[in-house]
């Protein structure tokens, strides 16, 4: 099959390639998806410079990729719950940073995977699990709902689009925070836009003058501001920054599963979520979408279509 991989890590793109790599195996509560969109997400580029070698084994060459939309066609011993043709999304996070999802086929535990919501196509579908499932997991850790006024930093973004979505179904009163150009899709979303940079305290409070009860950062480098504006008792949250951990906060890192990505397909399916994505990419081009990541300023998903 088709496949991006690179051989070793490398803080650029200088070791991709496309070419033929075997088919995977299919083990026993796997299914083999065929390939029809791959989600881009900033972990990826991460890990191919080695930021996760700390946390977790690398098996050269690497296929990156921890997103997928696709069709199952085949099936490892003992998965009577899927069969080929079924269309379904996964975050395909595996033990070893090796068989990812920038490929024609992949093979993923049953266990992360659920069925594709109709009102999704696939690149939309592709852009969901990883994302989703981290928004849904901050929300959930930080018991976010009706009478809470919460601060999403990066609201615009791939997960902070969905976590605003998210939040504002469950009653919340969300505050988000993105460069002006945005301000007008987060509206769209239910969310009270708000300029990030410097001065980004003040304008929150201008807004809750008493305070946030919680905080849900997408990006990172947060710190000082959710500190300033959180009231007491209030709750934080991040993806990016594990300090925040020193401060009574709570450091987030998704897991794949498969029934909590149905609660977002069903959360679709009622007309509560959907999925904004920015640009699509093919095989080829995996390096242009990486270089898209990291300028940071994506409003939305960034997708592979093998």
Do not use: C
């Amino acid at each position: 099959m088709r496949a991006v991989t690179y051989d070793a890590y490398a803080p650029d793109n200088s070791r991709l390639r496309i070419g033929e790599v075997p088919d995977p195996k299919v083990a026993p509560g796997q299914v083999l998806v065929e390939v029809r969109a791959a989600g881009v997400n900033p972990v990826d580029w991460k890990v191919m410079a080695g930021g996760l070698d700390g946390l977790m084994d690398t098996v050269f060459p690497v296929i990156p990729g921890w997103d997928v939309a696709g069709v199952v066609v085949g099936n490892g011993p003992d998965v009577p719950e899927f069969a080929a043709g079924d269309e379904v999304m996964a975050y395909a996070r595996k033990d070893a940073v090796h068989a990812g999802t920038f490929a024609q086929y992949v093979a993923v535990d049953a266990v992360a995977v659920a069925r594709k919501p109709a009102g999704l196509d696939w690149a939309q579908a592709a852009g969901l699990p990883l994302a989703g499932l981290t928004a849904l997991r901050t929300l959930d850790r930080l018991g976010a709902g009706k009478g809470d006024t919460l601060l999403v930093h990066g609201a615009s973004g791939g997960v902070g689009s969905l976590g605003v979505q998210l939040a504002v179904e469950r009653g919340a009163r969300v505050i988000g925070t993105a460069s002006a150009r945005n301000h007008g899709f987060l509206r769209e979303l239910g969310a009270e836009p708000v300029a990030h940079g410097d001065g980004l305290a003040e304008r929150v409070r201008e807004l809750a003058p008493d305070g946030v009860s919680a905080v849900a950062d997408f990006v990172g480098g947060q710190l000082e501001v959710t500190l300033a504006v959180l009231a007491p008792g209030g709750r934080h949250a991040s993806v990016a920054d594990p300090s925040v951990q020193e401060h009574g906060g709570s450091w987030i890192w998704v897991r794949p599963d498969g029934a909590k990505l149905a609660e977002l397909a069903a959360a679709v399916d009622r007309g509560a979520l959907t999925v904004e994505v920015a640009a699509t990419f093919a095989l080829d081009d995996t390096a242009a979408a990486f270089d898209a990541s990291r300028t940071g300023r994506t409003r939305g998903k960034l997708v592979i279509v093998p």
